[in-house]
C-alpha cells in the first residue's frame, strides 16, 4: 500500500470553484489519520497555496512554482531554484502578441504589467493578489522562480518552439492549462520536487502514488509508484500516458474518489 499521496491543485484536488469540497477534506484527513502522508505540488504561488493547506488543517509539504519553491510542514523553505537572472530578463523582454498576457512570480509577489481581474477568480479564497508595475522590463530580475504567459493556446504553442529551440535544456517549458504557459529553471519539475521530499522524509518514489491534470504534472505521474490521470485532464496529458488509470473529474471529487476505494475507505457525502 502507498504511503504518500501527492496532488496537484487546479483541475486535480480543486473543483471549478477552485475549492477543496468536504468529501476531499474528510478523505484525506482520514488517510492522514492513518499515517499516510499528503503532499501538494502546484504551479501556484507558495503565497497562494498557504490558504488551501489551512483550509485543510494539516500540516502538508508544499512544492509550488512547479517545484521551484518547497516549504515544509513549518512553513520553513527548504530549496529554491530561480530562474538565471539573465535568461529570466530575456524572457521577459520576449516579443509576443499584444495578447498575450506576462506575469512573473518572483519572491513572495506575483508581478504583473497590467490589470487582469478576471484572474484573480483563481485567488478568491486566498485573497493573493497581484503586483502592478509599469514596465516588467525595468524591474530587477534576481529570484525569479517563474515566468508565464497566459493567452490563445495557438500562439502559446509558437512560443513554446521557440523557447524550446531557443535554450534547449535550460529552461523547463510546460503547459498547466492550455492557456498558461509556464517557464522555470532547467531541472525545475514537480517530479524532481517530489523525489527531493520523500527522500528528506526517508521514502522512495515508488511508495507514491500521485493526481495530476496538465503536463506540468507529467514527470511527477510517471516517476512515482503510480500516478493518476483527471477525467478532466488536458488531451496533450492523456495522449502522453495513454495507459495510465484515470478518476474521475476534480468535480466529481476523483481524487477523493479513487483514494477511498484504494484504501478501503467508506465514503461519505459530498454534502
Known sequence: MFKVVVSDLDGTL?????????????T???LVEQGVKFVVATGRHHVDVRSFRDALGMDIYLITSNGAVVHDKQDQLI??????????????????DPSIHLNVYQGDDWVVEEELPWLLQFHDESG???????????????????????GDHEKLLKIEAHLNQRY????NVTFSLPDCLEVMHAGVHKGNAVRAVLEQNGFDMSEAIAFGDGMNDFEMLTMVGRGIVMGNAHDRLKMALPEYEQTLTSDED???????????LESVSAA
Not at 538565471?84 to 509576443?96: C, D, F, V
Not at 534547449?168 to 529552461?171: A, C, P, R, T, V
Not at 476523483?254 to 478501503?264: N, Q, S
Open 14 to 26: 480543486l473543483n471549478k470553484q477552485h475549492q477543496i469540497s468536504p468529501r476531499t477534506r474528510d
Open 28 to 30: 484525506l484527513h482520514r
Open 79 to 96: 530549496f529554491n531554484q530561480p530562474l538565471p537572472t539573465e535568461i529570466a530578463a530575456e524572457l521577459i523582454a520576449l516579443e509576443r
Open 128 to 150: 493573493f493578489t497581484y503586483r502592478l508595475v509599469d514596465d516588467l522590463k525595468q524591474e530587477p530580475k534576481e529570484q525569479i522562480n517563474k515566468v508565464f504567459y497566459i
Open 168 to 171: 534547449g535544456d535550460q529552461l
Open 254 to 264: 476523483g481524487v477523493a474518489v479513487y483514494l477511498e476505494k484504494l484504501f478501503e
